[in-house]
C-alpha cells in the first residue's frame, strides 16, 4: 500500500521556521521525483519545490533563498526546511511523488503519482 505521510506543520510566528517531513512507502521512492505543493481554500495549489532522482532542486520565486527541499533515499524521506516564514506562506502542505517534473515560466510542471494527506502550515504576523 503506497503511502505519503506528512508532519511537522503547526503554526509559528512571521520570521520563524518550520521543518516538515514527508515518510514514504509501498513505491520505489528512490525512482521518483519529490515535491511539495501548497494550498490555501479557494485558490489553486501552488508547486513549492522539487527534487529530482540525483538530488537537483527547483523552487517558486516566493520561497526562494527561504526553504530548502532535501530527500533521504535511504530513510524514505523528503524535508522541507522552512526560515523565515511569512504569513503568506500560511497553507496547507502536501507532498508528492511525480514521474517527472520541471519548472518552467514560473510554474512547476508535474505528473503526480502520489499524495500525501498534507499538513497544516499557519504563520501569524
Known amino acids: 500500500q503506497v503511502q505519503l505521510v506528512e508532519s511537522g506543520g503547526g503554526s509559528v510566528q512571521s520570521g520563524g521556521s518550520l521543518r516538515l517531513s514527508c515518510g514514504a512507502s509501498?513505491?520505489?521512492?528512490?525512482?521518483?521525483?519529490l515535491g511539495w505543493f501548497r494550498q490555501v481554500p479557494g485558490k489553486e495549489r501552488e508547486g513549492v519545490a522539487h527534487i529530482d532522482r540525483d538530488g537537483r532542486t527547483n523552487y517558486a520565486e516566493s520561497v526562494k533563498g527561504r526553504f530548502t527541499i532535501s530527500r533521504d533515499n535511504a530513510k524514505n524521506t523528503l524535508y522541507l526546511q522552512m526560515n523565515s516564514l511569512k504569513p503568506e506562506d500560511t497553507a496547507m502542505y502536501y507532498c508528492?511523488?511525480?514521474?517527472?517534473?520541471?519548472?518552467?515560466?514560473?510554474?512547476?510542471?508535474?505528473?503526480?503519482?502520489?499524495w500525501g494527506q498534507g499538513t497544516q502550515v499557519t504563520v501569524s504576523s
Open positions: 508528492v511523488a511525480d514521474h517527472w517534473s520541471f519548472y518552467s515560466g514560473g510554474y512547476f510542471y508535474t505528473s503526480v503519482a502520489y
Open positions: 509501498g513505491f520505489a521512492y528512490s525512482s521518483y521525483y
